[in-house]
Nanobody, 125 residues
Framework: QVQLVESGGGLVQAGGSLRLSCVATKGTFSSYAMGWFRQAPGKEREYVAAIDWSGGSTAYADSVKGRFAISRDNAKNTVYLQMNSLKPEDTAVYYC??????????????????WGQGTQVTVSS
């Protein structure tokens, strides 16, 4: 069983930056691929970024490519999402996800094993 706790959300102006963190407790963090997803009001949860267990492979949704960066520190059981050049359309609740399958955390919302509780990101224009 893995428990995930996100932090770092907040209110930022368009063009600004935020860094989200997700700490995993219990389980073996380095055994899991990690992902970030987001859900805006009235919309379905969508994939944002993913990283494999070693950190050697990353992937991004087209909407954030070049602006966001995912990374992980297995010694700290933490995955990060650095968000730059934020836009109002990035406003959403951001969720951390963990799954043994790197494929799952890249696209398949329904198959993901573990979710965090979410952290709100609001970008003002």
């Amino acid at each position: 069983q893995v428990q995930l706790v996100e932090s770092g959300g907040g209110l930022v102006q368009a063009g600004g930056s935020l860094r989200l963190s997700c700490v995993a407790t219990k389980g073996t963090f380095s055994s899991y691929a990690m992902g970030w997803f987001r859900q805006a009001p009235g919309k379905e949860r969508e994939y944002v970024a993913a990283i494999d267990w070693s950190g050697g492979s990353t992937a991004y949704a087209d909407s954030v490519k070049g602006r966001f960066a995912i990374s992980r520190d297995n010694a700290k059981n933490t995955v990060y999402l650095q968000m730059n050049s934020l836009k109002p359309e990035d406003t959403a609740v951001y969720y951390c996800a963990a799954d043994p399958s790197y494929r799952n955390v890249r696209t398949i919302v329904g198959r993901i094993a573990y979710w965090g509780q979410g952290t709100q990101v609001t970008v003002s224009s």
